[in-house]
């Protein structure tokens, strides 16, 4: 098993800045990516972004790149994710997971998820 924390989830202005890390632990070797994903109230999951442990490689959602930086550190086994110019439709609980590789962005491809963390951008 592989468990995973959020936080750094609040309410900020739009344009604004926050920083989400995901702490994990157990069977991480078990797994090389890390992805973030969010949910509106009313929506399906939606991809933001995704990291691999080994390389370091990154991929992110159309809405966010640009926008968003996500980065690891290995040791502390905690990926973080940068949100920057935020915008009101950037609002929803967003979740870290836990999966095999990191070029996907199907939901169903990542087996350990965290609680979430809610973010709200006001206008």
């Known amino acids: 098993q592989v468990q995973l924390v959020e936080s750094g989830g609040g309410l900020v202005q739009a344009g604004g800045s926050l920083r989400l890390s995901c702490a994990s632990s157990?069977?991480?070797?078990?797994?090389?990516?890390m992805g973030w994903f969010r949910q509106a109230p009313g929506k399906e999951h939606e991809f933001v972004a995704a990291i691999s442990w080994t390389y370091g490689n990154t991929y992110y959602a159309d809405s966010v790149k640009g926008r968003f930086i996500l980065s690891r550190d290995n040791a502390k086994k905690t990926v973080y994710l940068q949100m920057n110019s935020l915008k009101p439709e950037d609002t929803a609980v967003y979740y870290c997971a836990a999966g095999v590789s990191w070029r996907t962005s199907t939901s169903t491809d990542y087996g350990y998820w965290g609680q979430g963390t809610q973010v709200t951008v006001s206008s």
């Open positions: 157990g069977r991480t070797f078990s797994t090389d990516a």
